[in-house]
């Protein structure tokens, strides 16, 4: 359980600057910027390194969760799986296939 929260987490932890930098090149008018990365010393110089996480917050909760919930459907979908086909699974946390 936690450690799927986690993951997903530091996933969004780890991906939401790029998504920030991402969007702002986007949306800005166009000729702007040359490169995307442009944006990165004009983006730290304005908003300090809050401004790169900016949409985390929903994001980090969203993952925690989501995360979560994906990981208990899986173990919860295989241990139905196990209890009505006990022959396929040979005592692993996964099935196998049977021809």
């Known amino acids: 359980?936690?450690?799927?929260?986690?993951g997903g987490?530091?996933?969004w932890f780890v991906g939401?600057?790029?998504d920030v930098i991402k969007t702002r090149y986007q949306t800005a008018p166009h000729g702007q910027y040359k490169s995307s990365l442009q944006i990165v010393p004009e983006l730290f110089k304005s908003e300090g390194l809050r401004g790169f996480y900016k949409g985390f917050g929903p994001s980090g909760i969203r993952a925690f969760l989501a995360n979560g919930v994906c990981l208990l459907?899986?173990?919860?979908?295989?241990k139905m799986f196990?209890?009505?086909?006990p022959a396929t699974t040979s005592g692993r946390n996964h099935p196998t296939l049977e021809y």
Do not use: Q
Not at 73 to 78: A, E, K
Not at 82 to 85: G, K, V
């Open 9 to 11: 987490t530091l996933m």
């Open 1 to 6: 359980g936690i450690n799927a929260e986690y």
């Open 16 to 18: 939401v600057p790029p």
């Open 73 to 78: 459907t899986y173990d919860l979908v295989m």
């Open 82 to 85: 196990e209890r009505l086909h």
